[in-house]
């Protein structure tokens, strides 16, 4: 019985309309010549927030009951999710604490502290975020929402993957970048319901391939130490996130450094469109030469997120 | 009597709107928060050749009668223009030359050949300029289609004020960046007929200001040697559009070049939208002081084109 159905995605698209963006779908002549193919970008950089985190925590934390709410909640992120989960809290009038390393950039404690949120920082250990976190649950009786790896987070990523079906007719397949697989799952169970002829693909980094070893194997892979510009996407599939995307996925392809810069460029130059490195990722799935296998002619790219530094270029 | 009238404009947005995008608006909670007024972005940077030149350019093509046609189009411009007019003759099936100072960017040259333009290089001099277009024109027949000073060009680029203002209910005014005056004089075309209510205001780099100059003396100044980033409006202003703006436009508020860096930056960073320096000059005066006393709260905005040189950053 996986941990999020159809049902579920529904009653997230239903709970999280109000607060979220329904973000455009761009097109590009340029993508479509490059990639021989009929390329339909789901602008989720456009999210509120600028990544679709947005929308699983907006999910988690409206489906809250009051009693429960009025107590907060807590992540450990220094990514989307956090900036995502402090806004989200926000708009329903509740505290959010945001466990960060005390190595994390500046930039990511003032966008949390911008949307309201509290940081509290933590020794940048494994160990050490979970025993903070567990500190300030046990004081505050604050509700954990961890960025994948929960139902209602899944659930109310897979929303993105209704409106695409939506507005692009005759989708023969989706490319989603996956790390944690919150959102690949989502889309997973979104897509299932919805449209299932509709094939699912992964996207991630070479250099941080656990989501693709573990499809290989048949069995979830730990993640080697990652070594990517793709941030969003250095994390290690989740427990619950896994088994759904073995089922759904039909195969997870991943791209090079090199493909990831040239790729994210690209968007840049000739969509005008920041997105952030872990976006481009599935953007060099689509324009790669392993991708042409799939002879999938009309496919949905995720463009998951636009947060990123603008202090120097990667090229 | 004004060189475009209301009902060329009307005719304009006919005549294209099978070739040309139709942008989509953009709003953003934190460029409200930062500028204390509702703001509504024109998204020039998504038309095709990433700018709104497309339209001008498309409008005087189509409307060449078949045998004039089929002789070609000629201009001289390394700017948008050149871009927008090459890829407007591809799509009627006819020639297109452009005559670029040997000097220009070999990028930008790429891009009027990768459009299917042909390029003719000329010294850097208005002179040779104009010696080497007429060359084109009486060898070839091509007709010359100017950057902006021409009643097509400027009833085209007015067809996005129609938009404007059939998307967002209410506007109270409409800023938008001058160089030669083509966009600004066919946007106090467009909202003249469409709504006399909405006000029409100019956006100037201080660095390049003959249209402030102008208006505030009401003659038609020469521009001093400009010295602006912002690279598509440095230009002078035309006669046929001097005299429709001088008519229609209420102010034309100028900004530095910091504030116009800074102003491309934040759209870049919070709006996820890759801008040129030129369409960040609307931004720069809609956060500035000065257009404060305009009282102005739901203000039309237009990113006239995202065309921008990625190797480097601007800030």
């Given at each position: 019985m996986p941990a999020v159905s159809f049902a579920d995605v529904c009653a997230a698209a239903d709970r999280i309309r109000r607060f979220v963006s329904r973000t455009p779908v761009h097109t590009s002549g340029t993508m479509d010549r490059l990639s021989h193919r009929e390329l339909f970008f789901k602008?989720?950089?456009?999210?509120?927030?600028?990544?679709?985190?947005y929308r699983g925590a907006t999910n988690a934390v409206q489906k809250l009951d009051a009693a429960t709410a009025s107590r907060g909640v807590v992540t450990h992120s220094s990514g989307n999710h956090a900036q995502a989960l402090a806004l989200a809290a926000k708009v329903r009038g509740i505290p959010a604490t945001i466990v960060m390393p005390?190595?994390?950039p500046a930039v990511k404690k003032q966008a949390v502290l911008g949307y309201g949120g509290r940081v509290i920082e933590c020794e940048p250990t494994i160990a050490d975020r979970l025993r903070v976190v567990s500190e300030v649950e046990r004081e505050t009786g604050a509700v954990l929402i961890p960025p994948y790896d929960h139902p209602d987070v899944i659930a109310g990523q897979g929303t993105a993957a209704l409106e695409l079906l939506a507005d692009v007719p005759a989708l023969d397949a989706v490319v989603v970048p996956v790390g944690g697989g919150g959102m690949l799952s989502g889309y997973c169970v979104a897509i299932q319901g919805a449209n299932p002829t509709v094939r699912v693909f992964g996207a991630e980094p070479l250099n941080a391939d656990d989501a693709a070893r573990s499809l290989a194997t048949g069995e979830r892979q730990p993640q080697v130490p990652p070594n990517s510009i793709?941030?969003?996407?250095?994390t290690n599939l989740g427990e619950l996130t896994w088994p759904i995307i073995q089922k759904h996925v039909e195969g997870i392809f991943t791209v090079s450094e090199a493909e990831i810069v040239a790729a994210m460029r690209l968007v840049w130059e000739r969509m005008k469109l920041v997105i952030e490195p872990s976006a481009a990722v599935g953007v060099a799935v689509v324009l790669g030469?392993?991708?042409?296998?799939?002879?999938?002619?009309r496919v949905g790219v995720v463009l998951c997120g636009g947060n990123v530094g603008l202090d120097r270029l990667y090229w």
């Open positions: 602008c989720e950089n456009f999210q509120t927030t600028g990544s679709f985190k005390r190595t994390a793709a941030d969003g996407l250095l030469e392993a991708f042409k296998a799939t002879n999938a002619r």
